[in-house]
């Protein structure tokens, strides 16, 4: 080794440590524990060594619960997010005049309490013995039936999760998309142009892959931060989600830690392990796709 790579290695050294301690650590111990049976963290103590906590959760009626509104959850929003936040970015890209205005209007969401605009959201479709909500009345407006969204049937409540997570998670996506459109070059769409090629065609075949790089880290970590849900869940139906059956995949981990039903590491981490290994498939199989449709120039 060189003194080159030694220089590289010590300037490595102080992120490969806090990466070592704060993330490889925790991990391997979570492994460990997921595999001790009948762990009492206060004696530091088990039964035994097995797979009975990933058996418990697996047949958890909680726990599939929460895989199911977890999985919902990422099949709608993480394509309707992307492609609101495309077109509306594109949008944006065309218009001259109070273009830094309407940026700063899309991003002000993002930059508001999650609970507080989960606190809005829930006024909006909540109905209550006094008003059926905002959202009821426009409903009702064009000859619908009130519905409660926030205590009523499954499908209300799953739709304003997510409707509530697209709101939360569009403007980030509009402000990157938005930066990646102006780095295109102008010179691919002069050229274009002069071939009368269609706007549809310059779109697909033009402005897509070259922001196809961004596009693919937009969908990977909305996919990943879609996994990991919870705080939106709590800010619309509160801190009882088994109860209102709009528990999570990490609300479940959280309760078995520290919840009504907390108190179960052993339970929490096998929980965990299970939600890792379905982010890492799942990242994995984006990367194989991001060979074929990616394009980096």
Known sequence: MDKKDTKAWLYLLPAI??????MVYPLVDVLIYSFEEGYNSASQTSFGVGTYNYSYVLH???????????????????????GLALLISVGLSSIQRLR??????????????TLAVGLVFMILFKKTPYSDGLVNLIVQFFGGSAV?????????????????????VLPFKILILTSALASVNEQYYNAAKVDGTSRFRIFTRITIPMISPTLFYLIITG????????????????TDLNASEMNTIVGYI?????????????YASAAAIILFTIVLTITCINLLVSRKHVHYV
């Open 17 to 22: 440590l806090f990466l070592g301690v704060f």
């Open 60 to 82: 958890d009626p909680y726990f599939l619960q929460a895989i199911k509104n977890t999985f919902i959850l990422v099949i709608f929003t993480v394509p309707i997010s992307t």
């Open 100 to 113: 830094d205005l309407f940026q700063t209007i899309y991003f002000l969401p993002y930059v508001t309490n």
């Open 148 to 168: 409660d969204f926030i205590d009523g049937p499954y499908w209300a409540k799953m739709f304003v999760l997510c409707f509530y997570t697209v709101w939360v």
């Open 223 to 238: 996919f990943i931060g879609a996994f990991k849900a919870y705080s939106d869940a709590v800010a619309l139906f509160g």
């Open 254 to 266: 959280y309760d078995m830690l520290y919840g009504n039903s907390g108190g179960y590491p052993s």
